[in-house]
């Protein structure tokens, strides 16, 4: 039999080809996000803080002007928590919905009934959200579905106020990325191999025991993924809280929305995108820090 003998300058230099081939393949799409994404984002952080006169003109001056307005205001603090307490809200209320979905996906009975079930699940995400949006609002409304049918059932005396409110912002949130949070549960539970409850169950854990002792913490993973996309769409989402809750509701993102397009004082507009966007990222590292420990202490 032959024997390839490669020296360490052939295995050296194979190494160095493999490296170059993967970096020229990331180039393209390294400079697409450098020019797309970084560099505004780097303007954006820059125009947070410039000053502006009292026709909202950038001056040329820097300060912490900005900053300081958002950080002292009780109604921009206000907004802050209430965008977070949203955000919790909706992803609490993904999490426990998606749960028993992502369930009855993975224990369908066959792949064709599976296969139905993922196309209902990922079908809305086909649909433009401000589409989905308006549905809330036909539904909702003072004269919408929702209150025809409370009145003739003669539950009701007179029509509820459920639009332009919080409530409806996070129905609407809720129905909106509902399949984001059943997917990576989905996909958690699929990866858990059948004899792991198979082996509880034989060694005398029944079926509640076998789920809280064995597929929950195994599907904890999916689940914080789950809540990370849901938690970082609801804080920075605009068009849902909008159309169904009014450009009144106490939300950062429409504080945004008002100061950039209606007011055009930029710098502010700037620092309050950046104060998400950091508040947002110290949340999700925080989440993804409990994740990584987790995922350490069941693997040991």
């Known amino acids: 039999m032959a024997r390839t003998n490669r020296t360490p300058g052939a295995e050296s230099a194979g190494k160095y080809r493999r490296n170059l081939?993967?970096?020229?393949?990331?180039?393209?799409?390294?400079?697409?996000?450098?020019?797309?994404l970084a560099v505004p984002f780097l303007l954006l952080f820059v125009i947070?803080?410039?000053?502006?006169?009292?026709?909202m003109?950038?001056?040329?001056?820097?300060?912490?002007?900005?900053?300081?307005?958002?950080?002292?205001?009780?109604?921009?603090?206000?907004?802050?928590?209430?965008?977070?307490?949203?955000?919790?809200?909706?992803?609490?209320?993904?999490?426990?919905?998606?749960?028993p979905a992502a369930y009855l996906?993975?224990?369908?009975?066959?792949?064709?009934?599976?296969?139905?079930?993922?196309?209902?699940?990922?079908?809305?995400?086909?649909?433009?959200?401000?589409?989905?949006?308006?549905?809330?609002?036909?539904?909702?409304?003072?004269?919408?579905?929702?209150?025809?049918?409370?009145?003739k059932l003669a539950l009701i005396s007179e029509?509820?106020?459920?639009?332009?409110?919080?409530?409806a912002v996070i129905i609407a949130y809720v129905q909106v990325m509902l399949p984001f949070a059943v997917l990576?549960?989905?996909?958690?539970?699929g990866e858990i191999d059948p004899r792991l409850r198979q082996a509880s169950m034989s060694l005398g854990a029944g079926r509640l025991r076998t789920f809280w002792k064995v597929t929950l913490p195994l599907t904890i993973p999916g689940m914080m993924s789950g809540a990370i996309i849901v938690f970082s769409l609801a804080a920075g989402s605009y068009i849902t809280p909008l159309l169904v809750g009014g450009r009144l509701q106490p939300?950062?993102?429409?504080?945004?929305?008002?100061?950039?397009?209606?007011?055009?004082?930029?710098?502010?507009?700037?620092?309050?995108?950046?104060?998400?966007?950091?508040?947002?990222?110290?949340?999700?590292?925080?989440?993804?820090?409990?994740l990584r420990r987790w995922e350490g202490r069941m693997h040991g």
Not at 26 to 34: D, K, V, Y
Not at 111 to 133: F, H
Not at 252 to 266: D, E, G, K, R
């Open 21 to 36: 081939f993967s970096w020229v393949m990331l180039t393209p799409g390294l400079i697409f996000l450098g020019a797309f």
């Open 57 to 99: 003109n950038m001056l040329p001056t820097y300060s912490l002007n900005q900053y300081l307005e958002v950080f002292t205001s009780r109604f921009y603090l206000h907004m802050i928590w209430t965008t977070l307490w949203v955000a919790v809200a909706t992803t609490v209320i993904c999490i426990a919905l998606a749960y």
């Open 159 to 167: 029509p509820l106020r459920l639009l332009w409110n919080l409530g």
């Open 184 to 189: 990576p549960i989905a996909t958690s539970m």
């Open 48 to 55: 947070s803080f410039r000053d502006v006169d009292n026709w």
């Open 251 to 290: 939300l950062l993102p429409l504080a945004i929305y008002q100061q950039v397009l209606q007011v055009a004082n930029l710098p502010l507009g700037a620092a309050m995108s950046i104060t998400l966007l950091i508040l947002v990222g110290v949340l999700v590292a925080g989440m993804g820090l409990i």
């Open 105 to 151: 996906l993975v224990r369908a009975p066959n792949r064709t009934v599976r296969t139905a079930l993922y196309v209902i699940l990922v079908s809305p995400l086909l649909t433009s959200v401000v589409i989905r949006t308006f549905a809330w609002i036909v539904l909702l409304a003072q004269n919408g579905l929702v209150n025809e049918v409370l009145m």
